[in-house]
């Protein structure tokens, strides 16, 4: 929508309609004073729930002149912008924001910023309620429209979310030296065609071509910058506390899925204690099979739910115990007690294209050659390989419904052991 600079100004003169709307904007020392964010908030939920829109800042929407936004003041806007969306709207609004550079009528290059606002999989609840577009306007939805409107997102999420159009991001997010290693000599020579046969790209209803779900976790560089939420939160504490006076180490691992669950299974080994016995010979003792470790981690990147918008995969680590959290409940008809009986994906895609991705760590992780196998022998691996070093079965507890929370404890050495 509006591809190009030149068609969003030529939309611009044509004014306010039903995916296009335009703001002025007025501040206070650093802060954005007008509109509301209650108001801003509304328009934001009400094109969300109707279809494909742009919102520009920095247009005035009577006289259609651009005004611009004074650069010192970008960030400020553009913060006020993401805060309206996760903290005012539910569930959250992810929308792509950009700083244009324009022409004005006076001649003067000014800046605007663009939000692409994609129709959502949702139905959103602002401030002032529950809003949908008609014409230039918004309107409160009556118990007519939300019934049908539910009845839709309801039919929309039998495709699976992580097959879902991401229509903000730009086709070229996907770098071929990260899809790359998924081709064989049985793909199709043209790129775009292979990447829409494998998912990677896929059409919105308007039939626009732009990357997926999957294909943004799996084939751009930086996943957060389109899926906020798509990251580990990794920690390790001193004691057996979550206290932040504690903290040994920290860091928030983003990148292609695959990099993540490499990374993350690294900050693991790299946190975790190794004792030496020494008698009769030297054999180390390490807190946790990293087998286990890695099977855990790659579950919770392959089967969270990654429409949960604000929700994160947390990796905790003290001194006697891992713990995983994974955003979403467990799928399908499963069951904390089936969870080592049975196999079932949320993501099926992910975990295919996970399945396909080469085995990056060699040492004290198992045999396996790719990422992801296909078998269902993640969770007997965690459960079997960490009771053995510690003597206590691993234990998955489920959070309100909506969080599978897994903790591995740590292996104690005998008494009188040394540390390394």
């Known amino acids: 929508m509006f591809d190009t600079t030149d068609e969003l100004l030529r939309q611009i003169q044509l004014g306010e309609d039903s995916s296009l709307e335009l703001k002025n904007l007025e501040y206070k020392n650093n802060q954005v004073s007008g509109p509301h964010r209650n108001s801003m908030a509304d328009e934001l939920a009400a094109m969300a729930n109707t279809a494909n829109s742009v919102v520009v800042l920095g247009v005035d929407d009577k006289s259609r002149t651009i005004t ?75 118990q007519e429209v939300l019934a049908r409107l539910f009845q839709q997102r309801s039919q929309t999420r039998i495709i699976r979310f992580d097959e879902q159009a991401v229509t903000a991001a730009p086709q070229n997010c996907l770098l071929k030296t990260l899809w790359g290693k998924f081709k064989s000599h049985l793909s199709p020579d043209d790129d775009d065609e292979f990447l829409l046969k494998l998912k990677l790209l896929t059409q919105d209803e308007d039939g626009k071509t732009c990357p997926s779900v999957s294909g943004i976790l799996m084939a751009s560089e930086n996943p957060m910058e389109y899926i906020t939420n798509a990251f580990i939160q990794a920690v390790s504490y001193r004691g057996t506390e979550r206290n932040a006076a504690y903290q040994m180490d920290a860091t928030d691992i983003n990148g292609p899925l695959d990099i993540q669950i490499t990374e993350a299974s690294k900050f693991v080994q790299k946190n975790m204690r190794v004792f030496a016995i020494k008698a009769p010979a030297r054999k180390d003792i390490p807190q946790y099979s990293m087998q286990a470790v890695f099977e855990a981690i790659v579950n919770a990147v392959a089967h969270r739910d990654y429409s949960i918008h604000g929700s994160k995969i947390r990796l905790h680590m003290f001194s006697d115990r891992l713990e995983i959290f994974s955003p979403g409940t467990i799928s399908n008809t499963m ?35 790719f990422i992801m196998d296909k078998r269902g022998e993640g969770v007997p691996i965690i459960l079997s390989k960490s009771e053995i070093l510690s003597g206590k079965k691993p234990v998955y507890y489920l959070i309100d419904d909506s969080e599978l929370m897994l903790t591995i404890f740590a292996a104690t050495p005998p008494a009188g052991e040394d540390e390394e």
């Open 68 to 142: 611009g936004i004074p650069e010192e003041k970008l960030d400020i806007v553009e913060t006020w912008i993401r805060n309206i969306c996760n903290d005012l709207i539910e569930p959250p609004l992810f929308c792509r924001i950009r700083k244009i550079h324009v022409m004005a009528d006076d001649e003067i290059k000014r800046v605007i910023i663009r939000i692409d606002v994609p129709k959502s999989l949702f139905v959103h609840r602002s401030p002032g309620g529950q809003f949908h577009r008609i014409g230039s306007s918004k309107r409160q939805m009556s």
């Open 335 to 369: 069951t904390i007690d089936s969870l080592a009986l049975r196999q079932s994906a949320r993501n099926e895609l992910i975990t295919s294209l996970l399945a396909r991705c080469p085995m990056p760590l060699e040492e004290d992780y198992g045999e396996r050659a």
